[in-house]
């Protein structure tokens, strides 16, 4: 920070180094503004951000090969600059060393250095997977934390993507717990997304610069549970304006206000004006927790449709039904439609995949009791994506090495068995639950590669098993949030248990005397929020990506993944589902999983990584790029050393068969997700998990409610939900 002051000092006085090489200027980066800027920060931000101004610190690691930059302040007027700094690592092959006196060459070339980097824009780097990359075509992943929708410190970088060729930034950010020195709150949205979004800005201005290897036009997001949904959200809102005023009020360079009121998104290299991007190519999402503002009404529709589904209380099934026919209503009202062909299902059984198909929620109470009453071509297309998910996992047994398989009786196969095993026969064995697994095909929590990965000083494995790292959102750790079956102890969350709701309680919140008590605070929180912030906007609005997907002033990534874990239970797998097909309507290409089994922020099992999907998404869209296709799987040669089956048996509900592979019903799979998902059915304002909210509550109050379509239930049938609510409190 005593760095940045002193540049900021020095760019007052009228001193501008550009430190320009101008080789980073792409073909997207070209467009020239109408007229520079003519806000008085922008040369002062501008100078104050360029690196060759900073001169960071850069360490080398000798076994990853990588050169890393300790944390710099991103912006130029940080209000927390703890959270507001970035860090950069680097592929040792783009670097011939380290510049300490500024005459352009390296003097250091190994150790720790302050300086500007020499970067080597000749060299190449070839990926696990034969993708190759060099100094000006590397992709740069932005691993965004906000676990939780928290704050996240500054971290390191960690070297985790060095040997796939890839520039890995780490950043920090504001959360809903953050305050200034003086207690004042200063976490509301969207302070998570634009600290990245200003993280994305420097570290771009910089490859611009010629201080940073990196293509600016191959940014891809990645994160974890709160830090999924903010990967998503860093795509899906890319380059809108609506986040302007929040950027320029922290510093943030290639975002400035003009005095007539007009913006500039310029920045200045070798003296042109250049358009600087916070948008991104690709997205790879993992638990995205996102869109919050229908996942109420989607987690409480996706219990509904098990009738079997045995909720805590009668408040909370009549509140469920409620909201289940509010989201009929919200997805009706949409107008949503997809392209067969762009999903691969055959929506409307005529036989192909060639038409485009309206999605609608359907009710008949007597023609469906099996999902009480739900029904649908939304309901199609979900159940589609589910049996793909399992047919994909099945698809993918050949890759397992360490599994255990059985026959019918229980006992293990022979090694001479297991190497003469088929694809059907692996796919029946595993319906069947004859097998135990290895770990090749077990995801127990924690993205693939992580933020910072496995490298010292990194920022911590969203699995939350790393020393200083958020808490572990399973729930199983010291400090973690309560187990969201019932066994936590808190009536109320607190930031320090990173819950909003109590998952024992039955009722929504310990602290109202009834349900007119309750009824006001939403009232009355909901009323604030409407009103706007300083700047006039919804935060839950703007914290929305469907909002965003596809609407003008916004610029759309080329591909997007998002991973969801299907047993997991703090959202529901509509949500990913909403984006999908916003993103397809939006010309992006899109995929979503729905990992057979996987938990939440599951891992990447079975051959599978985030490197493979960006590589193979490089040979996809990028001209003259190497086409990558998955290494064909070796085979099992011998059976593991479980010692009895332990899988699930599927067939009382799956259907197989070679030709067809698998098949399941809607009411199969809603008996799926409840009976696997690991949270307590929610029925109240927020769900029960912090992550789901804006605002922490305390030990004496809520969280802020801020759900409308929750409100708009308790004011629409507040007599019968008062009775159930007012009598459960008394019980």
Not at 15 to 42: F, H, L, R, V, W
Not at 249 to 260: F, H, L, P, R
Not at 445 to 472: F, K, L, Q, R
Request: aromatic letters at 10%; glycine letters at 12%.
């Amino acid at each position: 920070m005593t760095a940045l002051i002193l540049v900021l000092g020095f760019a007052a006085c009228g001193t501008n180094s550009d430190g320009t090489d101008g080789s980073q200027i792409t073909e997207t980066n070209q467009g020239i503004s109408g007229s520079a800027s003519d806000s008085a920060d922008k040369t002062v931000i501008e100078t104050a951000l360029n690196l060759a101004n900073i001169q960071p610190e850069w360490t080398y690691s000798e076994n990853a090969d990588a050169w890393t930059m300790a944390v710099v302040t991103a912006v130029a007027n940080a209000e927390l600059p703890d959270y507001q700094g970035v860090s950069v690592c680097v592929p040792g092959a783009y670097v011939k060393g380290v510049d300490t006196d500024g005459d352009g060459s390296a003097d250091v070339t190994d150790g720790t250095a302050s300086g500007n980097l020499v970067i080597d824009y000749d060299a190449t780097v070839t990926s696990t997977n034969g993708q190759i990359y060099t100094a000006a075509t590397a992709p740069v992943i932005i691993n965004t934390g906000a676990a939780g929708y928290s704050a996240q410190s500054n971290q390191t970088a960690g070297t985790t993507y060095a040997k796939e060729g890839y520039i890995n930034i780490a950043c920090g950010n504001r959360g809903k717990q953050s305050t200034l020195s003086d207690g004042t709150y200063t976490g509301d949205a969207p302070s998570c997304l634009v600290d990245q979004k200003n993280a994305v800005h420097f570290v771009k201005f910089n490859i611009l610069l010629g201080n940073l290897p990196g293509s600016v036009d191959y940014f891809v997001s990645t994160g974890g549970s709160g830090g999924g949904a903010h990967a998503t959200m860093l795509a899906a809102t890319s380059n809108n304006p609506d986040f302007y005023d929040y950027e320029i009020s922290q510093g943030a360079v290639g975002v400035y206000k003009n005095s007539d009121g007009s913006y500039s998104t310029t920045v200045t290299v070798n003296g042109s004006e250049v358009e600087l991007s916070d948008g991104l190519w690709g997205c790879m999402a993992y638990s995205a927790i996102t869109s919050l503002a229908e996942a109420d009404m989607t987690l409480a529709f996706e219990y509904y449709l098990n009738p079997d589904y045995s909720f805590n209380t009668d408040f909370q099934k009549q509140l469920a039904e409620y909201l289940a026919a509010e989201y009929m209503e919200y997805i009706n009202a949409q107008n949503l439609s997809v392209d067969e062909s762009k999903v691969g299902f055959d929506l409307n059984g005529d036989g192909d995949v060639s038409d485009t198909v309206a999605l609608t929620i359907e009710y008949d109470e007597t023609g469906h009791t099996d999902t009480n009453g739900y029904y649908g071509t939304y309901l199609d297309l979900y159940l589609a994506e589910f049996e793909q998910s399992l047919q994909d996992y099945i698809d993918r047994l050949a890759y397992a090495e360490d599994w255990t398989w059985f026959n019918s009786d229980g006992t293990a196969l022979s090694d001479s068995e297991v190497a003469a095993m088929t694809d059907a026969d692996r796919a029946q064995a595993f319906i069947n639950g004859w097998y135990v697994k290895g770990s090749t095909g077990s995801s127990s929590g924690g993205m693939e590669g992580g933020p910072g990965g496995d490298s010292a000083g990194g920022p911590p494995d969203m699995s939350g098993d790393s020393a200083g790292g958020p808490p572990d959102m399973s729930g199983d750790s010291a400090g973690s949030p309560p187990d969201m079956n019932g066994g936590g102890t808190e009536e109320v969350g607190t930031p320090d248990s990173g819950s909003t709701q109590s998952a024992s309680s039955k009722t929504d919140s310990a602290n109202y005397a009834s349900f007119a008590e309750m009824l006001a605070a939403y009232q009355a929180d909901i009323a604030e929020i409407q009103a706007g912030d300083e700047y006039g906007n919804n935060i839950v609005d703007l914290y929305n990506p469907l909002n965003y997907i596809g609407a003008e002033g916004t610029d759309n990534p080329t591909w997007t993944r998002i991973l969801m874990g299907a047993s997991e239970g703090d959202i529901s797998m509509m949500n990913s589902l909403n984006l999908q097909i916003a993103w397809l309507n939006a010309g992006t290409d899109a995929e979503i999983e729905w990992q057979w089994n996987g938990g939440h922020v599951p891992s990447e099992i079975f051959g599978d990584s985030l490197s493979l999907y960006v590589d193979t998404m490089y040979g996809e869209y990028v001209d003259g790029a190497v086409k990558i296709t998955k290494a064909a799987a070796s085979g099992q040669t011998s059976n593991g050393d479980g010692t009895e089956p332990s899988g699930t048996d599927l067939s009382g509900w799956v259907s197989f068969d070679g030709t067809n592979g698998v098949g399941m019903t809607l009411a199969g799979a809603a008996a799926y997700r409840t009976s696997g998902a690991a949270k307590a059915m929610p029925g109240f304002d927020v769900m029960d998990y912090g992550q789901e909210d804006y605002v922490f509550g305390s030990s004496s109050a809520d969280a802020r409610h801020w759900d409308q379509y929750v409100l708009k239930v308790l004011e629409a049938h507040e007599d019968t939900l008062a009775e159930l609510f007012n009598k459960q409190l008394n019980s």
